[in-house]
């Protein structure tokens, strides 16, 4: 009697499978490393060039938030950092390409003790407050000005909804018909959108 194969080829198939799966967690594994490793480099890199400049340096200058960002990640001069953190004023002329850096420290060290409450507090109060206009909560195809701009904004009110613990379905939604065109984008901020088109919240954006 002719025995049949289909248990051994379910077997095999199930195996390869297995072993491609996990070639690509290690080769992902390791793309995340050396992304890493690349960004700390970049943290270091900032510090050393910036910090003799930073006294000269206007209050707005973005180069001033990129060093004490990287204090706080790398946990160097935390109580200057915090300091900066805890009295930056308000983003003025570009107030959603300003503050975007801002939420970013807020999402990579909320939950780190190099960031002071203080200093959480005041970046999360400017959050609460910022505007839910159709800039923020809705999309644009083609876009007023560029996909990146109309991200980052959705982002922010993305963002300002969950620190008030509001409904953010209709932030969802919108950035989902951004990603129909654009699929698998990454975006500013801690917000990603996978390739089954969830939107997906994660702490710890890298800074680079």
Same mark, same amino acid.
């Given at each position: 009697?002719?025995?049949?194969?289909? #248990?051994?080829?379910?077997?095999v198939t199930?195996?390869?499978?297995?072993?491609?799966?996990? @070639?690509q =967690? +290690?080769?992902s594994?390791?793309?995340?490393?050396? *992304?890493?490793?690349?960004?700390?480099e &970049?943290?270091?890199? *900032?510090?050393?060039n910036f %910090?003799?400049?930073?006294?000269?340096? +206007?209050?707005? %200058?973005?180069?001033?938030? @990129?060093? &004490?960002?990287a204090?706080?990640?790398?946990?160097?001069d935390?109580?200057?950092a915090?300091g900066?953190?805890?009295?930056? =004023? !308000?983003p003025?002329?570009? #107030?959603?390409? +300003?503050? *975007?850096?801002?939420?970013? $420290?807020?999402?990579?060290?909320r +939950?780190? !003790?190099?960031?002071f409450?203080e200093?959480?507090t005041?970046i999360?109060?400017?959050l609460?407050?910022w505007?839910q206009? @159709?800039?923020?909560?809705?999309?644009?195809?083609? !876009?007023?000005?560029?996909?990146?701009?109309?991200l980052l904004?959705? &982002?922010?009110?993305?963002f300002?909804?969950?620190y008030?613990?509001?409904d953010?379905s209709?932030?969802?939604?919108? *950035?989902k018909?951004?990603?129909?065109?654009?699929?698998? $984008?990454?975006?500013?901020g %801690?917000?990603?959108?996978?390739?089954?088109?969830?939107?997906?919240l994660?702490v710890?954006? !890298?800074?680079?």
């Amino acid at each position: 009697m002719k025995r049949s194969m289909k #248990p051994t080829l379910t077997l095999v198939t199930a195996l390869l499978l297995a072993t491609l799966s996990a @070639a690509q =967690a +290690d080769e992902s594994s390791d793309q995340q490393k050396q *992304i890493k490793a690349r960004r700390t480099e &970049n943290l270091h890199w *900032i510090i050393e060039n910036f %910090d003799k400049l930073e006294p000269a340096m +206007d209050a707005r %200058d973005g180069r001033r938030w @990129a060093i &004490n960002h990287a204090r706080l990640v790398l946990g160097r001069d935390v109580g200057h950092a915090n300091g900066y953190f805890e009295s930056f =004023a !308000p983003p003025a002329d570009d #107030p959603d390409i +300003d503050f *975007i850096r801002f939420l970013r $420290t807020l999402l990579d060290c909320r +939950d780190e !003790p190099q960031l002071f409450d203080e200093a959480e507090t005041r970046i999360v109060g400017f959050l609460k407050q910022w505007p839910q206009k @159709a800039l923020t909560s809705r999309a644009h195809w083609p !876009p007023r000005f560029t996909e990146n701009h109309n991200l980052l904004n959705l &982002n922010l009110g993305l963002f300002a909804q969950v620190y008030r613990n509001s409904d953010i379905s209709g932030h969802e939604r919108e *950035i989902k018909k951004i990603h129909r065109t654009s699929h698998g $984008t990454r975006l500013r901020g %801690d917000l990603f959108i996978s390739d089954s088109g969830s939107v997906q919240l994660r702490v710890g954006i !890298p800074f680079g």
